[in-house]
């Protein structure tokens, strides 16, 4: 293994040494060198640009990934800015992920794109590596394959989409798909204007618009300083993104000469936690916190699920977007952008820690414009919602955490008690939801179990459907507890990841039908009130479902670790 291939804390950054380093290994390495220019002359380039620092550009367009249709626009832009600055630029393709062309979970193949991002890292002569991603899983993804092989990267997210409409609402993916679902499940949205919806909830090129998983993660990316300032909320269509992208560019070959920041040092506690204080102040995803988690592994820090919890206790959601709020990441943009909300929440944060443009925090929001519009990026005076946008519940049912998007949930159902009605599986709760004779009313407590990481590559399906004939009397939110994931545009009282899952023995695998559960979201827990005797005698009769027989789907079974630990493979997080 050669030397750059380890991490050493003590040491000065590793020599990086662009086309000449990282050769071919024939046993003889003037001859590798001589065949590796061959190959580049043929490809028309002269031996003048052999000395430049080179930069990697990690795509993932693809035709399967329409949030990443900008892609090749953007990487343009970015090989411009890298040739005016003086380094070489070579784009390479990695796998792509898109969250509905992943069957059947996007988050079941994360670790893949992370292990293909690594390893490509770790393998080509770069020195050092811009990401361009967006859609939920890719940048995530991108960012743990860059912390683990520990290079200099930039992360160029493609942006958000621009808000749609249809007569005078304002739409938005997907928090108005899944509501226009919901209401045309109920009967009060006809199929034709359902259709017509659909042309109209997603107007441009980008990513989700609203505050899902893809808006948070680029937003996190930017706290941790891996997006240059602004560059997370700038829409994909817009001529700044492109003017980003050369600024990108240029700024990642000053990175490739000094072979720093690297990526690992950039994850540390201080901007950990200045992560997880934007992360409750934007009223962001729930699957943030699978993936804080695991690029925190990857850098051998730990995400304490409990001081997120504390975090949200002082920090009101500020940004009004939807699915807790109102609007879209263009007004988040026009407002001021990350920077302005970093400035209003900079009493909380560590300004010392770097920006991607190589300055401290503190210097950045001291230059960054002074414009905010206050209806966007609020006062903590007159927050968006009463209250933390993420609660952390412990408890019976889930002694290794769960996660409460508390922003979007519905307040009377914070505190509830009622009986427990189980779905075994996404298949058993598709085939049960909508039979009329379903025994539920709005007290019950939907359970759905067996969708956790090893269960079910964990799937966005923990919020689940009302049943048709609650929906259609007018039921529009009740308590739902999984071991499933659910999307970051998606709303209700939900409570995700309970940890351990069912398919790993905890808890969740031994509720029984009519069983009490009470949530209890302003002591943070959730309980299964059943005598500890006769969870035991259950216990005696749970089996963990067998592992898939072969291929990545057996890696993943059997290396997965659970969501408070950020799914990542067991093998994959640092010491
Ligand atoms: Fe790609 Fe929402 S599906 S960002």
Not at 398 to 419: F, S
């Amino acid at each position: 293994m050669s030397d750059d291939r380890e991490h050493d804390d003590s040491g000065p950054p590793p020599r990086r040494g662009g086309l000449a380093h990282r050769l071919t290994r024939y046993g003889d390495d003037e001859f590798a060198r001589f065949l590796r220019e061959a190959f580049l002359e043929s490809t028309g380039l002269t031996a003048a640009t052999f000395d430049r620092p080179v930069v990697g550009i990690a795509s993932t367009g693809s035709d399967f990934n329409p949030c990443h249709a900008t892609a090749p626009q953007l990487i343009e832009a970015i090989r411009r800015g890298v040739t005016m600055a003086g380094g070489l630029p070579f784009t390479f393709p990695t796998i792509s992920l898109h969250e509905s062309f992943a069957y059947p979970s996007s988050l079941l193949l994360r670790n893949l794109l992370a292990m293909d991002t690594e390893e490509m890292l770790r393998a080509l002569p770069l020195d050092a590596v811009v990401l361009v991603g967006g859609c939920d899983k890719t940048l995530p993804a991108q960012i743990m394959g860059a912390v683990s092989a520990d290079v200099p990267a930039l992360v160029a997210p493609v942006g958000p989409m621009l808000a749609g409409w249809d007569e005078s609402e304002r739409l938005g993916a997907c928090t108005d798909c899944r509501r226009l679902w919901s209401a045309h499940r109920a009967g009060q949205v006809d199929e034709a204007r359902l259709r017509r919806a659909r042309g109209r909830l997603m107007p441009t090129h980008g990513t989700c618009m609203v505050m899902g998983t893809a808006s948070t993660m680029a937003c996190l990316a930017e706290a941790l300083g891996f997006v240059l300032p602004g560059g997370a909320t700038i829409p994909a269509v817009h001529a700044e993104r492109l003017r980003f992208g050369e600024a990108t560019g240029r700024r990642v070959v000053e990175m490739a000469a000094a072979g720093q920041p690297t990526a690992r040092s950039l994850v540390t506690p201080a901007s950990l936690r200045n992560a997880v204080i934007v992360l409750q102040a934007i009223g962001g995803s729930t699957n943030a916190l699978i993936h804080l988690a695991a690029i925190a592994g990857r850098a051998g820090v730990t995400l304490d699920l409990d001081e997120v919890d504390r975090v949200g206790r002082t920090t009101p959601v500020l940004v009004d977007l939807k699915p807790v709020g109102a609007g879209f990441m263009e007004d988040l943009h026009r407002a001021g952008g990350l920077p302005v909300l970093m400035r209003r929440l900079a009493s909380s944060l560590d300004t010392g820690v770097a920006t991607a443009d190589a300055r401290r925090l503190a210097d950045l929001l001291e230059s960054w414009p002074a414009w905010c519009d206050d209806e966007v990026i609020r006062p903590a005076d007159r927050p968006v919602a009463p209250g933390e946008a993420l609660a952390v519940l412990r408890g019976s049912l889930a002694p290794d955490g769960a996660v409460l998007k508390r922003a979007a949930a519905t307040g009377p159902l914070l505190q509830h008690e009622g009986p427990a009605l189980v779905f075994n599986g996404l298949d058993d709760m598709a085939a049960r939801i909508d039979d009329p004779a379903l025994p539920v009313t709005p007290d019950h407590v939907l359970v759905l179990r067996g969708a956790g990481p090893i269960g079910a590559g964990m799937p966005e399906a923990g919020s689940i459907p009302i049943p048709a004939k609650l929906a259609r009397a007018g039921v529009t939110d009740m308590v739902r507890i999984s071991d499933a994931r659910m999307s970051g545009t998606a709303y209700g009282t939900v409570v995700l990841h309970v940890s351990p899952e069912a398919a790993a023995s905890g808890p969740l695998a031994l509720v029984e039908d009519g069983d009490r559960i009470r949530l209890d979201t302003a002591g943070r827990r959730v309980d299964l009130l059943v005598p500890d005797e006769e969870l035991a005698r259950r216990r005696e009769r749970c089996r963990p479902p067998p592992a898939p027989a072969r291929g990545y789907a057996r890696l993943h079974a059997t290396h997965v670790l659970q969501a408070d630990r950020g799914c990542d493979f067991d093998f994959l997080v640092s010491e």
